[in-house]
DNA sequence: TCTTATT
């Protein structure tokens, strides 16, 4: 299949791309390197388990800033693991703390593996200073097989391996942080006996890694030639080793199917024999095929794994050599879609996209032999007018990546995020946070003030609409925070609440008033919310009050502009299109400014290049649309009580 | 008788 018909053929699913760091605002508050934050890996779950059942818990040890259940995208299953994260600015040894009082602790019957929260996955991974311990008496738990190992240092993860109704299968795992201090344990406790039995340590070595341990001495050939019997090939075999066996596969009539085994005494007997059979010459004749033989399974798996490499290659390859060209005239076929783009370099393929009619779809893909070919082909090409349309060209991104882009977006689960304790509700709890308003962007607003709200374009204190018309006297705005106070003083809360609503009542609630007022959301605070900002990066320019301009921008001229400007541009047109959107085609129940400000946001998450497909696919913008305000109304994100319908 | 992962 050409990279092309598979760029466009249904794929399934592939792998998502490695995410990008969170920007996180660095504060020394002494502890460890490898735990900068309190956040916490909670694993080993019940499904059941969600964040109202660990909050309790957790909140015993510490102020939670937020706990997130994490869940299968679609069916939002627990994935058995969660974050804790703790308020380190209240108290920097809450996390440790609850390390050391709430490991193990039964949650439904299954025991909690708490770790530290690692973003970097190498140590899990390469796993040095992991052990494997098995022969393990039934009453050995957790807490203490963890009692008897920690004597020889610090333990970053250890599990006993349990069945479906929480008893002991009798072996485990003991990951120390240093691997030194595994030796140690191993030499100590190995053979050792513990409750009757004595008990196995050995290095753990994970299960791909074991096969090829194992001893491989049997050869297979193929293409014998048919008249070399068992005698024939063992004599041939002879001077590579000590032959143990061999046999030639036959049919129901015993005749030769050239194939056959020869097993060694040997591994390096075997290795020998199958690089000396390959030139071996039988009756005159070369080209033996000789390999390890592997079992069915393994080898399906091999097969299977190196069609999922060979599959993973391909797509890397033409990840950034494959061009989507849109709004193509109808009678634009292949011929003339590689005419169009051959100035630009050589091209591997292209192909419009037809209906099974064989009419253009009016999209294509061209795909060229080099990456930076395929640069300037955008670039050039991009709002080209062919036949007094521009058309739109930019790089494919192949199906799988556009599905995980979409179903990010049902992603976007809001982690629960609890209020410190010891202080009156405003509201009722608990209150799932606002899609933008996590608070690393809080913090960035707080941090980018000298000179006023970044988000209040007016630059004062007042207040913050802009969209020219309402000002704030317009009903149900809802705006709700929590966040740690970067100021790094005692936990602080805030929940602010601007509403005018039919009863009348307007709450408004600061336990301790942030050095700058924060406004509520219209179109280009939406937007800001969405780019978290680099704390240590420079204010940004505050523009001129009521400046909404739409920049009228093509995908070259923003080239030049930062990301965070990029997402800004898009951000600001993007705004208005799904207000039309709702002006025209989507219904909802809740303000205007609020549900666009969050779609706006929700859809920034995209890539540049894939907003700029959206913003010019009105049917796919609304589909779009509809599908992140149903995630608005199924989360219930948006304000409830008594909040009226715009 | 060989685990588990990112808001």
Not at 31 to 55: F, I, K, M, T
Not at 179 to 187: I, N, P, S
Not at 492 to 503: F, I, L, P, W
Request: charged residues 25%; neutral net charge.
């Amino acid at each position: 299949m050409s990279e092309i018909e598979d760029a466009v053929s249904q794929q399934p699913a592939a792998e998502q791309p490695a995410q990008t760091a969170t920007p996180v605002a660095s504060t020394d508050l002494g502890v460890a390197a490898n735990r900068p934050n309190g956040s916490l890996y909670v694993g080993n779950l019940s499904p059941e388990v969600d964040e109202q059942v660990l909050y309790p818990l957790f909140s015993q040890v510490g102020q939670i800033n937020s706990i997130r259940v994490c869940r299968d995208v679609i069916s939002r299953r627990s994935l058995g693991y969660a974050y804790v994260n703790f308020n380190v600015q209240s108290d920097p040894s809450s996390a440790q703390k609850a390390l050391d009082t709430l490991n193990y602790h039964l949650l439904l019957n299954k025991p909690i593996r708490i770790m530290w929260s690692s973003r970097d996955p190498t140590s899990r991974k390469h796993g040095a200073g992991n052990l494997f311990v098995k022969n393990l008496a039934k009453s050995i738990d957790h807490k203490e097989l963890h009692r008897i190992f920690s004597e020889f240092g610090d333990i970053s993860s250890l599990k006993i391996s349990q069945d479906d109704n929480s008893v002991s299968r009798g072996y485990g795992f003991v990951h120390f942080k240093k691997e030194e201090d595994a030796k140690k344990a191993m030499e100590a406790l190995n053979n050792k006996d513990f409750d009757g039995k004595p008990l196995a340590v050995q290095p753990f070595v994970r299960r791909d890694d074991r096969s090829s341990g194992r001893k491989n001495t049997n050869v297979y050939v193929k293409f014998l030639p048919e008249n070399v019997d068992e005698g024939r090939l063992r004599e041939i075999c002879t001077k590579y080793g000590e032959i143990t066996s061999v046999k030639i596969e036959r049919d129901e009539k015993g005749a030769s199917k050239k194939f056959g085994y020869i097993n060694f005494k040997t591994t390096s007997e075997a290795e020998q024999a199958i690089n000396g059979l390959k030139a071996e010459t039988i009756d005159g004749q070369q080209g033996l095929y000789a390999a390890f033989h592997e079992a069915k399974v393994e080898r399906a798996q091999l097969i299977k794994r190196m069609g999922e490499e060979k599959k993973e290659k391909r797509n890397q390859d033409s990840a950034d050599k494959n061009v989507y060209v849109k709004f193509l005239p109808e009678n634009f076929d292949d011929t003339k879609l590689k005419e169009l783009f051959s100035p630009f370099g050589v091209i591997n393929s292209v192909k419009v996209a037809t209906t099974t009619d064989g009419i253009s779809r009016g999209f294509g893909f061209v795909c060229f032999a080099s990456a930076s070919d395929a640069s300037t082909a955008i670039s050039k090409m991009n709002r080209t007018k062919i036949e007094g349309k521009p058309l739109h060209v930019c790089l494919s991104q192949r199906k799988e990546v556009r599905i995980n882009q979409q179903a990010r977006l049902g992603q976007r689960y809001i982690p629960t995020v609890f209020p410190p304790t010891g202080y009156n509700m405003p509201f009722p709890w608990p209150y799932p946070l606002p899609p933008f308003y996590n608070q690393y962007d809080f913090y960035s607003v707080m941090h980018n003030n000298g000179r006023g709200n970044r988000f209040n374009h007016h630059g004062h204190g007042g207040r913050g609409f802009r969209n020219g018309g309402r000002g704030n006297g317009g009903r149900g705005h809802a705006n709700r925070q929590y966040f740690t106070n970067p100021a790094g003083q005692k936990g602080v809360y805030q929940g602010q609440r601007n509403r005018n609503n039919q009863g009348g009542r307007t709450r408004q609630q600061t336990v301790q008033a942030p050095s700058v007022p924060v406004e509520a959301v219209v179109p280009a605070v939406a937007v800001a919310e969405a780019v978290p900002v680099d704390v240590a990066a420079p204010p940004p320019v505050v523009e001129e009050a009521g400046a909404v301009e739409i920049e009228t921008f093509t995908a070259a001229s923003l080239v030049d502009r930062s990301p965070e400007e990029q997402k800004r541009i898009i951000g600001n047109k993007l705004y208005l299109q799904i207000q039309n959107i709702f002006n025209t085609t989507v219904t909802t129940q809740y303000p205007l400014e609020e549900v666009c400000g969050k779609i706006t946001g929700m859809l920034l998450e995209m890539s540049v290049d894939e907003l700029l497909m959206l913003i010019d696919s009105n049917e796919t913008l609304t589909e779009q649309v509809q599908a992140a305000h149903e995630l608005l109304l199924s989360n219930n994100f948006m304000a409830n009580e008594g909040e009226v319908a715009n």
